[in-house]
């Protein structure tokens, strides 16, 4: 974690330049060979799912059924969209229960965001496997044996080389500290893309309808614009640094279309939108939406305050 120089603030800047590194790889690499969409050649994009997934220390299994099959298909949709359960910690819907807990929840989930990958690595992708429970509403299919032996494998990978062995070479407590800056700047890189697509005041968040799975009130392509939001198309780094996560309504209508392709796809879904008078939902800035969200987490903290957009 931390390179062999006496120069501490020298290795905390490093730190955090692998932390960024890190969600590169995971938006740009892990993220589309993990939909299909990084490569034509289903082999290049299984090499590199596992590759990457060695690198972050992350379960692909997992990952890949949370997100790609639960996440894309019902999205919003409390109980079958994890992305909205943070395990009672946060409210991030208006159909989950209030509770007094969340008061100020805008202000203390920068730390929880900041902890994420912390919980993902070393705590939630055990308790999947043990539980095989996604969270109290789902639970993952039946591992095969190959599935096991990829998750051990990858997690020993990961662990040796990028948790063991900076001991043999730093003192324990640079250790501690180049871990822990690290995550907590992949864990604020990683939250504040993702949930900045989805839990915004521009999002919908439809109504679970008892069925199962649950049924749409609109087609699946409307509620995919419904209840995700675009932000910063015009920002080439951010386009570069996220893999075009900024461009996430186009990634959930073509998940395994390369991301490259997006802001062109983009130009054809703004006019075929207003063709038929369905709302395309972005923000101007990454600034424009970061706030949104921080005011959308705000709303969440009193029960009703935020209003239900129809799908």
């Known amino acids: ?17 692998a932390a960024l590194a890190a969600g590169g790889i995971g938006f740009n690499i892990f993220h589309d060979s993990i939909h299909n969409s990084f490569s034509a050649n289903p082999k290049v994009n299984l090499f590199l799912a596992r590759s990457s997934c060695a690198l972050l220390g992350v379960s692909r299994y997992f990952w890949r059924h949370k997100h790609n099959v639960l996440h894309h298909s019902y999205t919003n949709i409390l109980q079958w ?14 159909r989950q229960a209030w509770e007094k807990k969340f008061k100020n929840q805008h202000m203390y989930c920068w730390f929880l ?22 969270n109290q509403f789902q639970k993952y299919p039946a591992m095969s044996s190959k599935d096991k032996i990829e998750f051990w494998t990858l997690k020993a990978v990961y662990f040796s080389v990028f948790i063991v062995t900076p001991f043999f070479f730093q003192p324990f407590w640079k250790c501690v500290v180049g871990l822990v800056i690290f995550h907590l700047t992949l864990g604020l890189s990683v939250t504040l893309i993702f ?28 509620l995919q614009l419904a209840t995700t939001v675009n932000f910063g198309r015009n920002n080439k780094w951010l386009m570069w640094f996220s893999g075009c996560l900024n461009y996430q309504i186009e990634h959930h209508l073509f998940p395994k279309v390369s991301h490259t392709h997006y802001p062109e796809i983009s130009k054809i879904l703004i006019r075929t939108a ?10 101007p800035t990454y600034i424009s939406a970061l706030k949104s969200h921080f005011r959308t987490l705000k709303a969440l903290n009193e029960p009703d305050r935020l209003g239900f957009h129809s799908v």
């Open 195 to 222: 949930n900045l697509a989805h839990v915004m005041e521009k999002s919908s968040f439809p109504e679970l309808r008892g069925e199962n799975p649950p049924g749409f009130e609109s087609e699946w392509a409307v």
């Open 1 to 17: 974690m931390l390179l062999a120089s006496s120069n501490s603030e020298l290795q905390l800047l490093l730190c955090v330049s």
């Open 81 to 94: 969209d994890d992305d909205l359960e943070t395990r009672g910690a946060l409210r991030m819907s208006p």
């Open 113 to 134: 965001y900041a902890l994420s990958t912390i919980e993902w690595i070393f705590i939630k992708d055990f308790v999947h496997y043990f539980t095989m429970k996604i």
């Open 274 to 283: 207003a063709e038929f008078h369905i709302p395309y939902n972005e923000y």
